[in-house]
């Protein structure tokens, strides 16, 4: 059973720095994506960064050259490393595994299934 962890998030300025982390068990590497999604009031869920079994990385458009996910397997622990934040970056944002990594980069048509954390808070003010 996938469990996660999300901590890390808070308030910060814009053209701040956070840095979110999720802690986890029971991820299965060969399947799908571990990542990062995000929603903001008013809004539905978007995937933010995701990792590969590979560990290749795929952000959305919104955050490229500002956030960065990484990995940790020997801790079991995943990352997002967030700068330079915008106002439009404020969002509870969740941890996630077991979801098809081209739901971060393009919308998709169909229903997907995802373990999610309980999420985190970024509040970021202008």
């Known amino acids: 059973q996938v469990q996660l962890r999300e901590s890390g998030g808070g308030s910060v300025q814009s053209g701040g720095s956070l840095r979110l982390s999720c802690a986890y068990s029971?991820?299965?590497?060969?399947?799908?994506?571990v990542g990062w999604f995000r929603q903001a009031p008013g809004k539905e869920r978007e995937g933010v960064a995701a990792i590969d079994s590979d560990g290749s990385t795929s952000y959305t458009d919104a955050v490229k050259g500002r956030f960065t996910i990484a990995q940790d397997r020997s801790e079991n622990a995943l990352y997002l490393r967030m700068n330079s934040l915008k106002p439009e970056d404020t969002a509870m944002y969740y941890c996630a595994a077991d979801f098809p990594c081209e739901v971060v980069t393009r919308p998709v048509d169909y229903k997907y299934n995802a373990v999610w954390g309980q999420g985190t808070l970024v509040a970021v003010s202008s």
């Open positions: 029971g991820i299965d590497y060969s399947r799908y994506c």
